[in-house]
């Protein structure tokens, strides 16, 4: 490839990322930025030293996790390492935070360019023709799918996934460079970059293996035994990319195999109970699995009129377990499966006339995806974002068919193209997208601030929290993130009573409001006056002869993130799944009462607690205690979770059971 043709084809590159990101209102002048601040805050902290987001909970919010190293982002590290050296030049350039949206550009060019070298004519391959070429860039940097989810909302969830998959047919277009002409230097900085993609999400790094495996092999067809000793220099390469990943999840979770997600905290209790506990997809069938799995990459579940995220009935073959589910964008379609299985068949029978490059991509397409579709069979969650995990191994597959139904059209390029053009115009026009009427798109530098500095840089607060949450404690409240006001009233011994009873001399009567997280909190008391005015505030029902007297008013806060999540304080009710805060926990005691104690589950972050055993009370309730396992200690501010019920009933908003009582020490 000459100079000018690498010029004219990183040129094409460029037009083609800024113009699929201005086409679908992802970039403008004016707003650069993305809307979420999870990539920037942790390109902020790292500049700064360290992996955490911040060392303080002030910093968490929606599916942020906290852990003994501080918050922690969930959606991998890759991401803002890619976006590291352009906020360091904007630091020294005084472009402060840079446009997360120029490095989503560079990053999108640069894997154009890849698949436009991939799939170029050369001398030596001349069955790549200029028709051929184009229509296989067209597949796998345009696919439908992939179009249709940047001109849906971009969070942080959905950047994630546009990284993942353009690093997967990046993976593609650099071993089909490679299968043509083998060098060590490739073969190195591939291996490199198959061991580095697990950063982005973990499940591309599938990808990098099936990438690593056949590069090695096809290093090993070209140079013989001679290649051995740089097989292995390519496996320590690969091994070292994997290393960086599991080294900074033990540092970030506790853990190299955890990623964050059974450490996020969310209002989600399904979520909570699926992800920290068990679920039942599983235990179906892989069968009936496999029906699931189709229908909902197939048969448009988007267009479904019913919404939420256990709905039923969304498409063909849904089984009836609960499972989170949320498709808000289309992805595939029916027509795709005759595709698929022409690219299937084609891949096999090019196998046996060892037609090279189509033995490279079905190949890499099949070791790819097989280990997703295995994992999303029984996995707790699937969304139309998770379905563009097997996008590259799709968009492998339909290549291959396009190069065998070009081929066989070799007189007629011109048909060829423009059918394809026409299928893929109608796949886009007719897709189905969920794009909020404000919000979804790229953002000005004042709102990206803005929703970066407060979990990279919050201010931190002192907390102190009780020995127990405890329903019977008139300011339980102020310690969770629960109601925004309360009003509980107690006698003059500090027992709860009916606050709609008439009260009497030494009666109290606690209320509170929340402003953000901070409580204001008012304690008033009833006196024997005889000589008081009858005037009483709206929490007494107070007696002609009695008067309310303020005793104190205070400031407490703020409480943190989401402390006791959809636990009702007054009732106790609470739903499938819950958490609470505890500092220095060594063990946990609950009063339940519900229909099968035996069904409560609990852990501390990652660490299940042994049930030791159960006590009645008085009040009805039991008292459950699960203690750490035996040289277990989690020192420090910690997260308690606690499930209740069957999983088979996660999908319900409110449990069969209440606790009135949360003790960890």
Not at 465 to 478: G, I, Q, R, S
Request: net charge neutral; hydrophobic share 50%; aromatic share 10%.
């Amino acid at each position: 490839m000459t100079p000018a043709s690498r010029i004219r084809a990183f040129g094409l590159a460029v037009l083609l990322a800024v113009g699929l990101l201005a086409a679908t209102r992802q970039m403008a002048p004016g707003a650069m930025y993305a809307a979420h601040g999870a990539y920037r805050a942790q390109v902020d902290a790292m500049l700064d030293g360290r992996l955490a987001l911040s060392r303080s909970p002030d910093a968490l919010a929606h599916d942020l996790a906290w852990t003994p190293s501080g918050v922690q982002q969930v959606w991998g590290l890759g991401v803002p390492m890619w976006q590291l050296p352009f906020e360091a030049l904007g630091r020294g350039i005084g472009l402060q935070p840079f446009p997360d949206r120029v490095a989503l550009a560079v990053f999108l060019a640069l894997v154009a360019f890849v698949l436009l070298r991939a799939f170029r004519r050369t001398p030596e391959h001349p069955e790549e023709s200029r028709v051929v070429g184009a229509g296989a860039v067209l597949i796998t940097f345009l696919l439908p799918g992939v179009v249709a989810l940047v001109r849906s909302r971009i969070e942080v969830y959905e950047e994630a996934a546009i990284y993942a998959y353009g690093a997967g047919v990046g993976l593609l277009g650099a071993l089909v460079i490679f299968a043509r002409n083998p060098t060590l230097g490739r073969y190195l900085v591939l291996l490199l970059a198959a061991g580095l993609v697990g950063l982005i999400r973990p499940t591309v790094w599938f990808y990098g293996a099936a990438t690593a495996a056949i590069a090695s092999v096809l290093w090993l067809r070209a140079i013989g035994r001679r290649g051995l000793l740089a097989v292995v220099l390519g496996g320590l390469v690969f091994a070292a990319g994997g290393a960086v990943l599991f080294a900074t999840n033990v540092e970030r979770f506790g853990d190299g195999m955890e990623f964050g997600h059974r450490l996020n905290l969310e209002s989600l209790p399904g979520n909570l109970v699926a992800t920290r506990f068990s679920h039942p997809f599983e235990r179906v069938g892989t069968i009936d699995a496999l029906g699931e799995l189709a229908g909902s990459l197939f048969d448009r579940p988007e267009q479904a009129r019913v919404r939420g995220f256990y709905g039923k009935d969304l498409h063909r073959g849904q089984l009836d377990q609960p499972r989170w589910r949320e498709y808000y964008f289309s992805t595939y379609a029916w027509p795709y499966v005759p595709i698929l299985l022409v690219g299937l068949v084609v891949g096999a029978l090019a196998w046996r006339r060892r037609e090279g490059t189509q033995q490279v991509i079905w190949t890499w397409a099949i070791f790819g995806a097989a280990p997703l579709v295995v994992f999303y069979l029984h996995s707790p969650s699937l969304s139309s974002r998770y379905q563009l995990d097997l996008a590259p191994a799709f968009a492998a597959l339909i290549v291959v068919a396009w190069r065998a139904f070009a081929g066989a059209l070799r007189g007629r390029p011109g048909i060829a193209l423009g059918g394809l053009v026409i299928v893929w115009a109608l796949a886009v026009v007719t897709s189905r997208v969920h794009r909020p009427n404000t919000g979804g798109g790229a953002v000005s530098r004042a709102v990206a601030a803005a929703a970066m500095y407060p979990l990279s840089r919050p201010t931190p607060y002192d907390h102190v929290l009780p020995d127990a949450y405890d329903l019977a404690d008139p300011t339980v409240a102020t310690y969770t993130d629960v109601d925004p006001t309360f009003t509980r009233c107690t006698d003059e011994l500090g027992a709860p009573r009916d606050c709609h009873r008439i009260a009497v001399a030494g009666d109290r009567v606690v209320t509170g409001t929340r402003d953000g997280r901070w409580w204001t909190t008012e304690t008033s008391t009833l006196d024997d006056d005889r000589d008081a005015d009858p005037v009483c505030v709206e929490a007494f029902a107070c007696e002609a002869e009695l008067a309310p007297r303020v005793v104190a008013i205070d400031t407490v806060g703020p409480a943190l993130y989401l402390n006791g999540t959809g636990w009702n304080l007054d009732t106790g009710a609470i739903p499938p799944a819950t958490y609470v805060y505890a500092i220095d926990p060594r063990f946990v005691e609950l009063d339940v009462r519900g229909p099968d104690p035996a069904s409560v589950r609990v852990a501390i972050g990652r660490t299940h607690l042994v049930f030791e055993g159960a006590a009645d009370l008085a009040s009805g309730a039991t008292r459950l205690r699960f203690a750490l396992p035996p040289h277990i200690a989690l020192p420090g501010l910690r997260v308690i979770f606690i499930a209740v019920g069957p999983d088979t009933a996660l999908d319900h908003p409110v449990s069969d059971y209440a606790i009135d009582r949360i003790a960890w020490r």
